[in-house]
Every structure is written in C-alpha cells, then in structure tokens.
C-alpha cells in the first residue's frame, strides 16, 4: 500500500523566512497530493494541492513542487508569518484513490 | 452551505465498552472517510463510504465497522474498545463521483479517551 514518509516533524522559522516541508510517497499510480494545516485543537483544512499532470503550483505565498520520476512532492511557504503556526500534512492517494497522510510537520514561526 | 458536523465532540469510554460516533456530510457530498488521529500524529485512514456502501478499508481490525446512511450521514463503531483506540476521530466528506478521493472535507472530530 501506499506509505507516505513526511520530514521534518518540527521546524522553527524566524518571521520572514522561509519554510520547505518534504514528502516521499511509493506508490507510483498516486495521482493527487494535497498540503493540510491544522491548527491545535481545528479540523485539518486544505491549503494547497497539486494533481499529477501539473510539477508546480503556487497559491500567494504556499507553493508546491512535484517530482513524480523521484517521487517526491514539497510545501514551500514564503515570508512565513506568525498565523502559519501549525501542524501541516501532506498526503498522497494509493492505487484505490484513497488519501494517505504523512506524520505532520510542526511549524513554529518566531517573530 | 452546512460544513461536516460530527458528534459527540468529546467522550469517554472503558476498555471493552462499545462506541457510536456519527457525521452528517457536507450538503452534496456523497462520499465519507473516516480517519484514527493519535496524538501528534498523521491522519490514519479507516475506511469510506460511497453510497452506503463501503468503499476502500485501511489496516483496522472488523471491530471497527461503520454505516452509511441514504442521507450520507455516516456512523463508525468500534466495539471491545482498547486503551490504543484513544485518538480524534476525523469524518471527511467529498463529493466524489466514483467514490475516489479528491479533496476531503474535514470535521472537528471527535476526541475518544479509554481508560
């Protein structure tokens, strides 16, 4: 099945700088790869998601990269404000179109 | 538009209890996933319904089963219930044609504590 492999599982950013969050998935039929927050105690919420037709999107300040050959995809957030304190997800579908998450990032942004 | 609602928000149970936690989706959603979150760590997908029918299961034992209902509410239960059930459960609504995953919709969970 589909294992999805997140790091780091913290980062801690001064305000203005800024944050990549990497992802590794394995199986090679996953097809949509879409980016989480959560924030403590919330539901997680999309921010950002990419299909595998497409190696790069940008939404304002999140953007994300996908290397499908390597299978790998990225979460760049730019100009990281306190507010982009949060636990973030990525996640991959398996070969049933199922979604399966990574372990989460903790980011911490310092002012 | 009415987002995922989920009940209880909070409850706790004793090891080998039986528990009903239950969603309603999202208006025009006909797709629901249900996902295990232990503390400080990913979502763990459980199963999905599509059309009252279970679509897709993940690595849980059958004492975790679930239901959906012709208004797409959903239930999940697990019965004989052990100390590691403790976790957030997460209810997600798509408005999956297929019954493949696109974007999830997420609820605010339920948080199960067994002691």
């Known amino acids: 099945g589909e294992n999805v492999e997140q790091h780091p599982s913290t980062l801690s950013v001064q305000e203005g700088d800024s944050a990549v969050i990497k992802c590794t998935y394995s199986?090679?039929?996953?097809?949509?790869f879409p980016w989480y927050k959560q924030e403590l105690g919330k539901r997680p919420q999309l921010i950002i998601d990419i299909r595998s037709n497409v190696g790069e999107k940008k939404d304002q300040r999140i953007a994300v990269t996908l290397n499908k050959t390597a299978k790998h995809f990225s979460l760049h957030i730019t100009e990281t404000q306190p507010e982009d304190s949060a636990v973030y997800f990525c996640a991959a579908t398996d070969s049933w179109g199922k979604l399966q998450f990574g372990a989460g990032t903790q980011v911490v942004v310092t002012p | 538009e009415t987002g995922v609602t989920q009940s209880p928000t909070h409850l706790i149970k004793t090891r080998g209890q039986q528990v009903t936690l239950r969603c309603s989706s999202q208006?025009?959603?006909?797709?629901v996933s249900w996902y295990q979150q232990a503390l400080g760590q990913g979502p763990q997908f459980i199963f999905q319904y599509y059309r009252e029918e279970e679509n897709g299961r993940g690595n849980f034992p059958p004492r975790f089963s679930g239901l959906q209902f012709p208004n797409y509410s959903s239930e999940l239960n697990v019965n004989a219930l052990e100390l590691d059930d403790s976790a957030l459960y997460l209810c997600?609504?798509?408005?999956?044609?297929?019954?493949?995953?696109?974007?999830?919709?997420f609820g605010e969970g339920s948080r199960l504590t067994v002691l």
């Open positions: 997600a609504s798509s408005p999956g044609t297929s019954g493949n995953t696109g974007e999830l919709f």
């Open positions: 199986d090679s039929a996953s097809n949509y």
């Open positions: 208006s025009g959603h006909n797709t």
